[in-house]
């Protein structure tokens, strides 16, 4: 099994940053495409930021320029660096990671989420 677990949420203030962390663990083979997303209640997930195991990256048009996402193939460690945030920012964010486990299949895991507040 693998698990991923965000860290770094919180509460800032409009204008300041936060830096989530995912740490995957567990059997892993190799993680290819890794990415954020982020949930109002009731709404639906939406997508923030994805980043492939070279590192090509994807935002959505309401983050770019604000957010970058980055990870550590090393550390089996994925980013997301936030910066001018604002009230809008405010979600449960959650990680995702594709992992190809040692026989060679690949799997979707998510995180539970960390909760970023951002007051006005």
């Known amino acids: 099994q693998v698990q991923l677990v965000e860290s770094g949420g919180g509460l800032v203030q409009a204008g300041g940053s936060l830096r989530l962390s995912c740490a995957a663990s567990?059997?892993?083979?190799?993680?290819?495409?890794m990415g954020w997303y982020r949930q109002a209640p009731g709404k639906q997930r939406e997508l923030v930021a994805t980043?492939?195991?070279?590192?090509?990256?994807n935002y959505a048009d309401s983050v770019k320029g604000r957010f970058t996402i980055s990870r550590d193939n090393a550390k089996n460690t994925m980013y997301l660096q936030m910066n001018s945030l604002k009230p809008e920012d405010t979600f449960v964010y959650y990680c995702?990671?594709?992992?190809?486990?040692?026989?060679?299949?690949?799997?979707?895991?998510w995180g539970k989420g960390t909760l970023v507040t951002v007051s006005s």
């Open positions: 995702n990671a594709e992992v190809t486990g040692p026989f060679g299949n690949a799997l979707r895991y």
């Open positions: 980043i492939t195991r070279d590192s090509t990256t």
């Open positions: 567990g059997i892993i083979f190799s993680i290819n495409t």
